[in-house]
């Protein structure tokens, strides 16, 4: 079975879309959610009229063609097997019509596949919808020829599917693993606990779904070697049975894409703490606020859906103090970004409260000398 462009297709599409910048992680922006996303809408989007064709738009329209052609030939050849043009043993026509006719049905059902991809699916506009019923359309032709060339071996249909029966034990003890994927792959699919662009989080795995297959899922690393949310360059996949036994965190939650972040400073036990969480405040609120009370109100229509109604969400930036273990005070200031924009918001606002600080520093009570 011819599968169309996937799992390699998006990775490309992905890296060419945000490419790993060098230098200090910290301070070089990682990817944003709009580059992901664009890649992954370009993963498969077709061609516009009168525009000339990528390689990636053009790969199942060549495919459709050989499937056409290879379905023409087999038309043409099938009724003249027997009739010696072809030279077969007489006692071997039977076995040789069976053959010809299961690769006839297998072109057809390919060719429908295809077609149905190249007119109708790559139009769809979504492009996590687009993936996945590619991959289930080219797995149900798939499942549709294994079952015509039992009954063809097996000519009693209640036979073939008694055989079917069996080799589906046999298979399900020596491949328990993969079926156990397979059959999470098609949770994944109803039940969503993650897409094609989510940004999850899976046992020990942290980063950007760029394919979810029949067995495995490939997700494109962050973190790992290097610190904060830069990508690693690494591409890691697992089992799709994982999600039946480990925590999935989506961070990419479709009705509320967002997470809590926060900055935090070391002050004195004698600064002006009143000071410090009205400037801290302030200055996040400057570039967060109208943002961050459009998504705290979202979270609360969300929050009243459920039967949680004592969860306090504040609409606009809040600075708390925590004793830290190193004999000064923690000034924590919380606030809600899209969780691509962490690391790129945060060192955006760090100069900018360190500058507010520091003029008025008796105020502040910043570490000073060798105890940091």
């Not at 897409?195 to 942290?206: L, Q, S």
């Not at 760090?350 to 500058?355: D, E, I, S, T, V």
């Amino acid at each position: 079975m011819a599968i169309a462009p996937g799992d390699k297709e998006l990775e490309k599409e992905v890296e060419r879309a945000a490419p790993a910048p060098e230098g200090d992680p910290e301070l070089v922006d990682e990817p944003g959610e709009e580059a992901v996303q664009d890649a992954l809408r370009q993963a498969s989007r077709p061609t516009p009229a009168g525009q000339p064709s990528s390689r990636k738009a053009l790969i199942p329209t060549l495919w459709l063609v050989g499937y056409a052609a290879l379905f023409l030939a087999l038309l043409v050849a099938y009724p003249l097997i027997g009739s010696g043009v072809f030279g077969v043993p007489r006692e071997l026509t039977d076995v040789v019509r069976k053959i010809a006719l299961i690769a006839l049905v297998s072109a057809i059902v390919l060719l429908a596949t295809t077609a149905a991809e190249v007119v109708f699916i790559r139009r769809l506009t979504d492009a996590v919808l687009r993936f996945n019923l590619i991959k289930v359309v080219h797995l149900l032709g798939c499942v549709f020829i294994g079952f015509f060339a039992l009954t063809q071996v097996v000519t009693d249909i209640y036979a073939a599917a008694t055989s079917l029966g069996l080799l589906s034990l046999v298979l399900g003890a020596a491949l328990q693993e993969p079926i156990s994927s397979f059959f999470a792959w098609v949770y994944i699919l109803i039940r969503r606990p993650y897409r094609v662009g989510d940004r999850v989080v899976i046992g020990d795995v942290r980063g950007d779904v760029i394919s979810v297959g029949y067995l495995d899922t490939a997700i494109w690393e962050i973190g790992g070697p290097v610190s904060g949310d830069h990508p690693s360059g690494r591409l890691v996949k697992f089992p799709n049975r994982m999600v039946f036994n480990t925590p999935v965190f989506n961070y990419s939650w479709p009705l509320f894409p967002y997470v809590w972040n926060e900055i935090k400073f070391n002050v004195a036990y004698d600064a002006d703490l009143e000071y410090v969480a009205r400037t801290m405040e302030r200055i996040v609120a400057e570039e967060m606020g109208e943002l961050m009370m459009e998504r705290v109100a979202r979270f609360r229509e969300l929050l009243a859906q459920t039967p949680v109604d004592q969860l306090e969400v504040r609409e606009r930036p809040k600075v708390v103090f925590r004793v830290s273990e190193n004999t000064w005070i923690e000034a924590i200031v919380r606030y809600v970004v899209r969780p691509r924009e962490a690391s790129r918001v945060k060192t955006r606002l760090m100069p900018k409260l360190l500058a507010a600080l520091n003029a008025e520093p008796g105020r502040a009570g910043f570490p000073k000398g060798d105890n940091r």
